[in-house]
Nanobody
Framework: QVQLVESGGGLVQAGGSLRLSCAAS????????TGWFRQAPGKEREFVAA????????DYADSVKGRFTISRDNAKNTMYLQMNSLKPEDTALYYC????????????????WGQGTQVTVSS
């Protein structure tokens, strides 16, 4: 089993920045891909970003390219999402997920999920 716990969410003004963290415990995820997703009220959960376990490949949704950066520290079993130039439309509950398959992460079918951390961007 893998437990994922997100942190770092909060309220920020448009144009501001936040850094989300996702700490994994239990079974190691050092060979797994990890990713970030978000869900706004009344909308479906959507893919935000993903990273392979070696950090050699990253993938981003078009809506966040150039503003968000995903990274991970395998020694700490932790993944991060640096969010800059935040917009009100980035407001959502942000989840992290872990999957043995990097390709499958975009399909939102990862076997392990965190509980989410709220990000609210005011205009």
């Amino acid at each position: 089993q893998v437990q994922l716990v997100e942190s770092g969410g909060g309220l920020v003004q448009a144009g501001g920045s936040l850094r989300l963290s996702c700490a994994a415990s239990g079974r190691t995820i050092n060979l797994w891909a990890t990713g970030w997703f978000r869900q706004a009220p009344g909308k479906e959960r959507e893919f935000v970003a993903a990273i392979t376990w070696t950090s050699s490949i990253t993938d981003y949704a078009d809506s966040v390219k150039g503003r968000f950066t995903i990274s991970r520290d395998n020694a700490k079993n932790t993944m991060y999402l640096q969010m800059n130039s935040l917009k009100p439309e980035d407001t959502a509950l942000y989840y992290c997920a872990a999957d043995p398959s990097f390709q499958r992460l975009r399909t939102i079918k990862a076997p392990y999920w965190g509980q989410g951390t709220q990000v609210t961007v005011s205009s």
